[in-house]
C-alpha cells in the first residue's frame, strides 16, 4: 500500500503545498456562508486561502452555495428539511417516495448536493404543519 503524500507541488507557482483547513466565506446574493474549506495549501503561508481543492473539497463548497440558494429562493435548506422529515417519523427513503424525488432524494437534499425543489418544499412545509395529513398520502400510496 503506498503511503499518503505530505505535500504536492502548486502546478502553475511550483510552491510546496500541504494538506489543511482554512476558512472562507461565500457569497451568493444577499446570502453569506463561512465555512473551513479543506484542500491543498501554501506550506510556507498558514494563512492563505488559494489553494488546490478536489472534487471532495470542493463538495464542502458546493454544499455550502446550495444552503445559500435555498436561503435565497425561499426553500427549505438542509437542516430545515432533516428537521421537517424526522418531525414527520419518515425515512429518507419515504419521504423521497411519499413526497417526491425517489429513494435517494432526500439524502441528497439534507446533505446539501440538491436544492429542494419548490413543489416538495411545498408538500413538506404542509405536512410539517399538519403532520397527520401524512395519513392521506399513505393511504393513496398503499393503494397505488
Do not use: C
Not at 510552491?15 to 446570502?31: E, H, K, P, W, Y
Not at 418531525?87 to 432526500?106: D, H, M, T, V, Y
Amino acid at each position: 500500500m503506498a503511503a499518503v503524500d505530505k505535500t504536492r507541488v502548486h502546478p502553475e507557482t511550483g510552491a510546496t503545498l500541504v494538506r489543511g483547513i482554512r476558512t472562507v466565506t461565500f457569497t451568493f446574493r444577499s446570502q453569506n456562508e463561512t465555512i473551513e474549506l479543506p484542500g491543498w495549501y501554501p506550506a510556507d503561508d498558514p494563512t492563505a486561502d488559494q489553494g488546490i481543492h478536489d472534487a471532495k473539497d470542493m463538495q464542502v463548497s458546493d454544499r455550502a452555495i446550495n444552503t445559500m440558494k435555498a436561503r435565497e429562493a425561499g426553500v427549505m435548506t438542509p437542516g430545515q428539511v432533516r428537521a421537517a422529515r424526522k418531525k414527520l417519523g419518515l425515512s429518507q427513503r419515504e419521504a423521497g417516495r411519499l413526497i417526491g424525488g425517489g429513494p435517494n432524494a432526500f439524502q441528497k437534499y439534507e446533505s446539501g448536493d440538491v436544492l429542494l425543489s419548490k413543489a416538495a418544499d411545498t408538500a413538506l412545509r404542509l405536512l410539517s404543519n399538519n403532520p397527520e395529513r401524512l395519513s392521506e398520502l399513505l393511504g393513496e400510496q398503499h393503494m397505488a
